[in-house]
Nanobody
């Protein structure tokens, strides 16, 4: 069984900074990709940032403001968010894709429970 535990959300003023963390626990052999998605009220869940094999990609709306980093030894991913805007308000979900629990095991995807980020104007 794999669990993703997120932390670091909260309320911040516009222009402020937050750092999200997500740790994957369980008998994990490898994880292909870890990333962050977000979902605002009335909107679809969207990709914010993703880290795969050392490469990263970002939504256009967060480029230059958010930075994703990953500690493979700890199966942990971070999202440093700066210059936050009210439009960044959403529930942020951690995703671990292509998780293997055995060397030749099948890959599965997992989601965290979500953490609320609220940016006030």
């Amino acid at each position: 069984q794999v669990q993703l535990v997120e932390s670091g959300g909260g309320l911040v003023q516009s222009g402020g900074t937050l750092r999200l963390s997500c740790a994957a626990s369980g008998s994990i052999v490898s994880i292909d990709s870890m990333g962050w998605y977000r979902q605002a009220p009335g909107k679809q869940r969207e990709l914010v940032a993703q880290s795969t094999d050392g490469s990263t990609n970002y939504a256009d709306s967060v480029k230059g403001r958010f930075t994703i980093s990953r500690d493979n030894a700890k199966n942990t991913v971070y999202l440093q968010m700066t210059s936050l805007k009210p439009d960044d308000t959403a529930v942020y979900y951690c995703n671990a894709a292509g998780v293997r629990l055995a060397i030749f095991g099948i890959r599965r995807d997992y989601w965290g429970q979500g953490t609320q980020v609220t940016v006030s104007s």
